[in-house]
């Protein structure tokens, strides 16, 4: 997958795709459905695949301030999109410059112009242009006066009601990774690079893979049965294990972070790029009175998440 971060003077062989747009946060199956219309429209016409999407969230730039709600980082979503097959994906800055062009000019100087799409898919709930002024029809309209088709997709459905990151940000907050999945089409997950810690699992037994998840929606704190991708360096592949998602009150106040255990696993992990997928919530955070208490809780979560991920 060819990766894009502007959209001015793209070579010949860059231009032309049929692209879905959005933000795509979690690329869960509402997203994939609109993926799949973008896909079967590039195969008709013998085009790339393209997505084109925006870098930060344009939530995070008009409200910097506001709690973290993004599903996935950057990486993790560019990681999402190259397994479904995008042969290009336009990750524009979005800034002040993108943030003021008005709805036609987004559909002429970026669409048009800049990255000569032949074909766009959205969803029939899409707004864009300055203060999303823009409709969904608008798109189609200005299109048809610029030289590109569009596809509008329908709202996909799930047993609640729409697949939306709302909703799947509601069933992590919950607890409940199965539901989560179950929307976005595959585990949660959560990526990044090992960072170096206090290193108090190491001391107690259990030395932990410790990643940061700020910027991210964070899941309901408390223990995990995860499955591990170690994406890079000497042992990369897939692990099972338990994860610790929390402010590990036992050793005071702390920031929010990512503690995964890999079962029977040795080696060194500082620097690589883990993405660790929840699959099932075991219990919720607790503070303990003594280390030889929290040993005992840690090897039985282990033991619960060995037998939950027997079974997947």
């Known amino acids: 997958m060819k990766t894009f971060t502007h959209w001015t003077s793209l070579p010949p062989e860059d231009r ?8 795509f946060d ?3 199956l509402g997203h994939q459905a609109v993926i799949d219309i973008a896909r079967r429209q590039a195969a008709q016409t013998g085009a790339p695949l393209g997505i084109l999407t925006f870098e930060p969230h344009p939530r995070e730039y008009f409200a910097p301030d ?15 999109l190259a397994k479904l097959g995008v042969d290009h994906l336009y990750q524009l800055p979005f800034d002040a410059a993108l943030a003021a062009l008005t709805a036609e000019a987004f559909a002429r100087e970026v669409i048009a112009d800049g990255l000569g799409l032949s074909h766009v898919v959205v969803g029939q709930d899409f707004r864009f242009g300055r203060g999303r002024e ?8 200005m299109g048809a006066e610029m030289g590109f088709g569009v596809t509008l997709a329908q709202i996909l459905e799930w047993q ?3 697949v939306s990151s709302s909703a799947i940000r509601t069933a992590l907050s919950d607890g409940r990774p199965r539901d989560a999945a179950a929307m976005l089409g595959h585990w949660h997950r959560i990526e990044g690079e090992v960072l170096h810690g206090d290193k108090r699992g190491r001391d107690l037994g259990f030395p932990t893979a410790n990643m940061a998840i ?20 000497p042992h990369a592949g897939t692990y ?3 994860a610790s998602i929390g402010v590990r009150p036992t050793f005071g106040e702390n920031i929010p972070n990512c503690e995964s255990f890999l079962f029977d696993f040795s080696g060194q992990l500082y620097g690589t790029h883990l993405s660790v997928a929840l699959v099932e919530y075991l219990r919720p ?7 030889d208490a929290l040993i005992a809780q840690m090897a039985v979560d282990c033991e619960k998440a060995r037998a939950v991920l027997a079974g997947t």
Do not use: C, W
């Open 214 to 233: 700020s910027g991210l929606h964070p899941p309901r704190f408390g223990i995990y049965a995860v499955k591990v991708d170690v994406l890079s360096g």
């Open 240 to 242: 099972d294990g338990a």
């Open 66 to 80: 506001a709690p973290p709600f993004r599903l996935m980082n950057a990486e993790s979503k560019s990681n999402r």
């Open 16 to 23: 032309g795709a049929s692209a879905a747009i959005g933000n």
């Open 26 to 28: 979690g690329v869960h």
């Open 160 to 162: 609640t009601g729409a």
């Open 134 to 141: 823009g409709t969904a029809q608008d798109l189609v309209r």
């Open 285 to 291: 955070e607790a503070k303990f009175d003594s280390l």
